[in-house]
């Protein structure tokens, strides 16, 4: 039986869940090809876990589906997938190793959240003015 990891990462409202299987070192997000997807620092965002654990993904080809956020948060979502799935295809501890001295987010989603608008004011915290004094 053919060996598949699922793993997901969340950052702000974005959602990435990837599928790792046998292959030959594709990468698709959306469907699209890694090389082709977003700009190059996005590109460079996603492609941290891959650069920090050489040759691992040569063998296994990578389907990633994100949807919500922007496309930084969309971006750290897809790293935070990938990372978990590398680590969990290679069960390596000195991958994990590498991925928390490097940057903890690559295996724990990161929680921060907006925080909500409350009445009286335009955002969170500001409120208007008051002229009567």
Do not use: C
């Not at 698709?28 to 590109?43: A, C, F, H």
């Not at 925080?115 to 002229?131: I, L, N, T, V, Y």
């Amino acid at each position: 039986m053919a060996k598949i990891i699922n793993t997901s990462g969340k950052r702000k409202t974005a959602v990435a869940r990837a599928t790792l299987r046998e292959g030959k070192g594709r990468i698709r997000i959306n469907s699209v090809p890694l090389e082709i997807y977003g700009s190059e620092l996005i590109r460079m965002k996603i492609s941290e876990a891959l650069a920090l654990a050489p040759g691992v993904n040569d063998s296994i080809d990578i389907e990633i589906n994100v949807s919500g956020g922007g496309i930084i948060g969309q971006a750290e979502a897809i790293r935070t997938a990938l990372g978990r799935g590398l680590l969990g295809w290679t069960n390596d501890p000195a991958i994990k190793e590498i991925y928390l001295g490097y940057d903890r987010t690559l295996l724990v989603n990161d929680s921060r959240q907006k925080e909500a608008k409350k009445p009286h004011g335009r955002g969170a915290r500001k409120k208007f003015q008051k002229s009567y004094r």
